[in-house]
């Protein structure tokens, strides 16, 4: 009974973040007037040179303590990779044009975010009646998402109990150093990286808005494990900070989609350890590679349980690596998950807010130089 908790809160979530992104980015769109900015261009910048720099740290921290296993077994694990680079971006592109019914029923949010837009941008010429229509929808879509995140207690409950019930504590163990390594890289990105980024934009001591998005979210990544089942709780709190809504109700599916620093550090991290657990050497440029593959990887990864493991093998075959080296890392891939989407997260909305920081900044200086 306490374990269908969880499931149920998880259910919910998942089940109204493709029409609440759907709604809000379309009637977001529709009533947005002339000249008006997203700054989606610097978002998506952002995002992606945090995957990067992610990819980057992982490689770093590998190099300076290196991690090994030796090995027993490595059972051969059912995953069906992408070939390539190629076969990554050509997936992202076919996402774009899937039919929106199926991208809503499959909570495809690339395929979701581009027919918004493209309906959002066509309906700017609709009525004023219609697109008041459309924007009763994305609120009465808000206020059920309110309704489910108020049981979140309960459902966070049961997702504890499913942790605790189906991962034992001793598998772990084994990995100690691999997940010291995961878990220093990752609070690296979290912690010193990301407020960084934050201060660079702003220019402002960015802890307290890293640990408000960090620890509004932190349960929900953690036990869903799904940054498309975060994307509801994100949105609340770009809300409640009175961000632009035109800018968040793109940039935090967007960021739970692409903005995956977490996935990127474990692809980085377990592509340089499944190669010394083979005893292979990796070279510069081999590493140079993975840092490229894994950005390219996380980028491609869907904010779903257990998709970075499976794009890992991409970044394997790009250096030659067996794929079969993922079985080393599956068996406790449950704990992993939970450590990289709650990174995963942590970024979309600090992002949301600098764009917006800076955004008022200069319309600030417009006035002021207009008087
Ligand atoms: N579970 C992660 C997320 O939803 C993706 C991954 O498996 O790396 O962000």
Known sequence: ??????????????????????????????????GQKTNMGFIVALYMLGNLFSALVAVIACRLFPVTLTLGKAATEDVTPPSGVGEVLKNLLL??????????????????????????????????????????????LSTAVKWVISCAPFGIMGLIFN??????????????RLILVLVGSMAFVALIMNPLIVFFCSRKNPYPLVFKCLVRS??????????AANIPVNMELCEEMELDENTYSVSIPLGATINMDGTAIYQGVCAI??????????TLPQMLTIIFTATLASIGTAGVPGAGMVMLAMVLTS????????????????????????VNITGDASC???????????EARKMAKSM
């Open 319 to 342: 250096v030659g690596l067996p794929v079969d080296g993922i079985a080393l890392v599956a068996g406790v891939d449950r704990i992993f998950d939970m450590g990289r989407t709650t």
């Open 1 to 34: 009974v306490i374990a269908i908790l969880g499931d149920l809160f998880v259910g919910a979530l998942k089940a109204i973040a493709p029409l609440l992104v759907f709604f809000l980015v379309m009637s977001a769109l529709a009533h947005m007037g002339e």
């Open 218 to 227: 932190f349960i929900t990544a953690f036990f869903t494990r799904s940054s």
């Open 273 to 282: 350890f499944i190669a010394s657990c083979y005893g292979i050497h990796l």
């Open 95 to 140: 996402n774009v044009v899937s039919n929106p019914i199926a991208s809503i029923v499959n909570a495809n949010y690339i395929g979701i975010l581009a027919w918004a837009c493209i309906f959002g941008i066509a309906l700017k010429a609709a009525s004023p009646a219609t697109k008041n229509l459309l924007d009763d929808f994305s609120n009465a």
């Open 352 to 362: 949301c807010v600098i764009v917006s920081n800076l955004e008022k900044k200069r």
């Open 163 to 176: 942790v605790i019930s189906e991962s034992g504590l001793k598998a772990l163990l084994s990995y100690g």
